[in-house]
Every structure is written in C-alpha cells, then in structure tokens.
C-alpha cells in the first residue's frame, strides 16, 4: 500500500508515452494512438523499453500506457473487442519494466476521461460514462499502487470516476486538465474540485497536460489546498479551445495529435529543467511531463532531487 504521504516529499513521474511511442516508430491506425502498441505484439517491448527509459531517467512513478484504451476511442476505430485484453496488457508491462529494472518505482492507473478530452462534454449519457470509468478501472485494479484520474475536464467528471473506484482499496492521484485561462475546461477552479470531491484516498492534486502557462496561472491557488500538489506538463504548441477528436480520421493518415496541436519546441530540456525548479522552488512536489517529454526531460529534472 503507498504510504498517503508519498507525494509530501519531492517525486519524479514519468513524460508522455502516446508521443514518445510514435517518435519510435509507432505506426497506428486512425486515432488509437498508443492504444495500437498493446493491439499489435510486434509493440509489447518497445512500451516495456520506454517505460524502463523514463525510470532509468529518473521517474520514480510510471503511469500505464492505457489513455487511449478507453472503450470510447476504440470503438471510434472498431476495435472494441480488444478493449479488456489491452488493459490487462498495458499493466503487465508496466510491472514487466518495473520488474525488469529491480527498482523501486510506483505503477499508477491511467484512467482517463471516458468523452473527449480536454473537454467538459460528457455528453447525455452519464450511466454510460460512469459504466466506462467501472469497466477500464476494473481491468487496471490489479497489481497497481494507485489510480491516476488523467486529464478530468469537470467536477462531475472526478466525482463520476471516483465514484468507480471507491470500492477497491487503492487510492488516487487526481489529475485535472486546465486551460490557458485558469480553469477547467468546466469553468470550474481546481480549488471547487478539491472542496467538493476530496476523500481520505487522495495522494494528491496536479495539473494533466498542461501548458507551463497554465500551470503558472494555478500555482499559487494549489498552494492553499493543504494537498501535495504538482503537474504533467506537456509540449504540445497549443490545444485550441474548440478541440475535439470526432472520427478515425481527425489526426489525418499519420495519426498524430500533433498535427493539430502542434510542439513546442522552445521546452527543450534545458528550458524545462528551468521551469520544473522554478514551480518545484515554490512548493510543487509531483514533478513529470505528458505529451512530448521524452526521458531525456525527465533525466535532466532527476537533477533537482539528488
């Protein structure tokens, strides 16, 4: 069991897996980004290798490659069948990296949001998402350390995936995504999220996939909260207000968020190394990256706890 304290003290979590597999070859099909790699076996050791590249890097926490083997996304791409085989897969190679590097590291549960993400529209089947989130955390619960609620766009949206997994023993890292404004893509402020959905099973608060923009706007509310508190941040250049991932064909023949999201190439390792010590200096204890921070990121911040 992870001791509830764990994320008081300084950690490391791992970067981006979806973009990291595509950089190394990852051909998918439609949108099923790394949900592809657990389909086709060929990619069982290359999801082991990067898992085993971002805790030889540094990462302290690895999160299961499961983002996009929500039951939504693959049936966008008419795979549902592959749907518990995937799960069960992305935590097998996790605890086959962790095992294989003999260290000490956490798995936590991806579960992400079950609609669109970075989006507040749950559409009007709240049973169906709430069987969603029952379903993938079903599939996860085995032979991980923690949940990791990934990239949650609303309080209602926590409220329906905790309610998922309130009946396993295992307690949550909640993730919330937030825009260049502030706020969820609800309109909510994390402060809302905290006061109205905490339980004695949180380890603590961070921002999903966020800009260090974003972030910087929210540091100071996330320091009144009284939980250990941190981010992903990711390189992506921008995620328009209006984002939504609509068909197999929304990311083009390549199947690459970036075509629309585009990359930040200004947060190399150098200037990420920069804005991690700045917003760890001023109190962030959950320090990791999401979409484009490869290992080589996570290396050069294992540099602020040695």
């Avoid at 518990?84 to 992400?112: F, M, Q, Y």
């Avoid at 993938?136 to 998922?164: N, P, T």
């Avoid at 150098?270 to 999401?290: D, P, S």
Wanted: with cysteine; charged share 25%.
């Amino acid at each position: 069991m992870v001791d509830k304290n764990f994320f008081y003290k300084t950690r490391i979590l791992d970067g981006g897996m979806g973009q990291e597999l595509l950089n190394r070859g990852l051909k998918p099909r439609g949108t099923l980004w790394s949900a592809e790699a657990l389909i086709k076996e060929e990619y069982h050791q290359m999801i082991i290798d990067t898992h085993l590249d971002f805790i030889h890097s540094g990462a302290e926490v690895i999160v299961t490659n499961t983002f996009t083997s929500r039951k939504g996304r693959l049936i966008q791409n008419n795979c549902l069948e592959h749907f518990e085989t995937i799960n069960k897969k992305a935590v097998e190679l996790a605890v086959r990296a962790r095992d294989i590097s003999k260290k000490n590291i956490l798995i936590a549960g991806g579960l992400p949001n079950q609609k669109q993400t970075y989006s507040a529209n749950l559409g009007d089947d709240l049973k169906e998402i709430q069987s969603r989130f029952n379903e993938q955390a079903f599939f996860l619960k085995d032979d991980i350390d923690f949940f990791y609620l990934d990239v949650m766009g609303s309080g209602i949206e926590c409220e329906i995936a905790l309610e998922s997994i309130d009946k396993y023993s295992l307690p949550v890292l909640v993730g919330v995504h937030i825009k260049d404004n502030g706020k969820l893509p609800s309109g909510e402020n994390i402060t809302q999220i905290v006061q109205n959905f905490q339980n004695n099973k949180w380890l603590g608060i961070l921002t999903a996939c966020v800009s260090p923009m974003a972030y910087e706007l929210v540091k100071d509310e996330l320091k009144t909260l009284n939980l250990p508190y941190g981010f992903k941040l990711n390189a992506f250049d921008k995620i328009p207000d209006n984002y939504v991932v609509t068909s197999a064909d929304s990311w083009g023949t390549e199947g690459n968020p970036n075509k629309i999201l585009g990359i930040n190439k200004d947060l190399n390792e150098k200037q990420f190394f920069n804005v991690v010590k700045n917003f760890m200096n001023e109190g962030a204890t959950i320090l990791g990256g999401c979409c484009e921070i490869k290992p080589s990121h996570i290396k050069a911040i294992s540099e602020l706890i040695i």
